[in-house]
T-cell receptor, first 113, second 114 residues
């Protein structure tokens, strides 16, 4: 969905580096999510936020942190990247008033060497 | 959380109707059933959502029996471009749902053959 943007789209980094992935949306949705997808597998929820003051851990939050800077912005940080965090990362938004269906960004492909 | 079970993969030929069934035996009263489609290296895209009986939109139909313990996504006359992974999710989209309830799982990998 073009209304959900992610930066960067691709990133290669080294073990131990701090990395931030950013997500912005123009859909006006309150809810935002970060997912991780490993090759051939489904999506795993890392963190989610139902409004600016709300942050919740998902299935696999260890090694990650998030910040909800505004309704439209939700960033994901890897404090000290490790190789098994190499994956495709997706941001998504949803509107509870519209069936809570999720709209996904284009993804960020992260490689940790 | 309502656990869902779907076939890992399916093959079909162009022009055929494809039905993908999802089992969700512990679905709760307020839960809706939502299906997403994902192409390689892209984020999932919403296809259809329903609560009971039948829902139809321009791309698919969703059949939900009275006991709601399963649902079937129906794709009419598939084409090669329908090759993708299809996810069935069950969760409560109502305003009182205070926690996240959706699990994507591994989905069903549909391959459409010429």
């Amino acid at each position: 969905d073009a209304d959900v943007t992610q930066t960067p789209r691709n990133r290669i980094t080294k073990t131990g580096k701090r990395i931030m992935l950013e997500c912005s949306q123009t859909k006006g949705h309150d809810r935002m999510y970060w997912y991780r997808q490993d090759p051939g597998l489904g999506l795993q929820l890392i963190y989610y936020s139902f409004d600016v003051k709300d942050i919740n851990k998902g299935e696999i939050s260890d090694g990650y942190s998030v910040s909800r800077q505004a309704q439209a912005k939700f960033s994901l940080s890897l404090e000290s990247a490790i190789p098994n965090q190499t994956a495709l990362y997706f941001c998504a938004t949803s509107d509870l008033g519209a069936g809570d269906t999720q709209y996904f960004g284009p993804g960020t492909r992260l490689t940790v060497l | 959380l309502a656990k869902t079970t779907q076939p890992i993969s399916m093959d079909s030929y162009e022009g055929q109707e494809v039905n993908i069934t999802c089992s969700h035996n512990n679905i709760a009263t307020n839960d809706y059933i939502t299906w997403y489609q994902q192409f390689p290296s892209q984020g999932p895209r919403f296809i259809i959502q329903g609560y009971k009986t039948k829902v139809t939109n321009e791309v698919a139909s969703l059949f939900i029996p009275a006991d709601r313990k399963s649902s079937t996504l129906s794709l009419p006359r598939v084409s090669l471009s329908d090759t993708a992974v299809y996810y069935c999710l069950v969760g409560d989209p109502t305003p009182n749902s205070g926690t996240y309830k959706y699990i994507f799982g591994t989905g069903t990998r549909l391959k459409v053959l010429a």
